[in-house]
């Protein structure tokens, strides 16, 4: 039942990761390019434009349900399976679902990548 | 990509790293947080390395922001991945941890993952990115066309 209960956590870790990466890169492709904002308006436009997108706050908010389904995942398994298996899995997840939701043109390239990541970061950790 | 840029994911990258690392060393100097003492938390965040880390992890979310701003997700995430190595690296050389083999294949895989994504274009879904294209372009069939 423990192993359930892990896992059912690590999987909501993942699932809330992956939202919050996903509405963040997307709140972040609608306010623009940062380095071009600075220039032409300053520094204000930026903070402006960031907090006045919804999916900012969302992304946030998913991000924050994240981090504490972590710590409740954490006092259910080990953190040396835990935080590996969440951020392995984070990573996997954000490239299907940048594919789907933000139209990346994920390439074979970038898979090996995540991947690769994936597997060293589980590997870190053990 | 523009150096600027490169210092952004390099910000990312070593601003998490040292973030997480000031926060282990305060949390282990406070000790456990229980949810009956939540003074504890107040203690805590006035730990001077806490306090700091939290400085760093802003600074950190602030450069990851900029980042996502002209690059893609499945961009930026591998190729700050780096600072898991840095974590490692820096357990090794300054801590004097342990590192198992078994490490040092992950930091390798890391490595060679940051370096495969590295290689690629950092953005392919930019939507007005491709409409400032298509206008660049037009407006040089124009001038084109009018000279």
Known sequence: ??????????????????????????????????????????????????????????????????????LFALSWGDVSLVAPAAASLTFIGNGFAARIFLHEKVDRRRWIAAVLVATGVALLAG | MTFRKYLVLAGVTVFAAAGDSMLSYGMKQTGQISLHHLGGVVAAVLNPWIALGIVLLLAFFASYMNALSWADLTYVLPATSLGYVLLALIARFVLHEQVSPLRWLGIAMISGGVGFVAGGPALTSHKHHHTDQAVESGQSMASGSGA
């Open chain 1, 1 to 70: 039942m423990r192993h359930v209960y892990t896992w059912g956590g690590i999987l909501v870790v993942t699932c809330a990761s992956v939202v919050g990466d996903i509405l963040l890169a997307r709140a972040m492709k609608q306010v623009g390019d940062f380095h071009q904002l600075w220039r032409q308006f300053g520094v204000w436009t930026i903070v402006g434009r960031v907090l006045s997108n919804p999916n900012f706050f969302l992304g946030v908010a998913s991000m924050t349900v994240g981090f504490f389904s972590l």
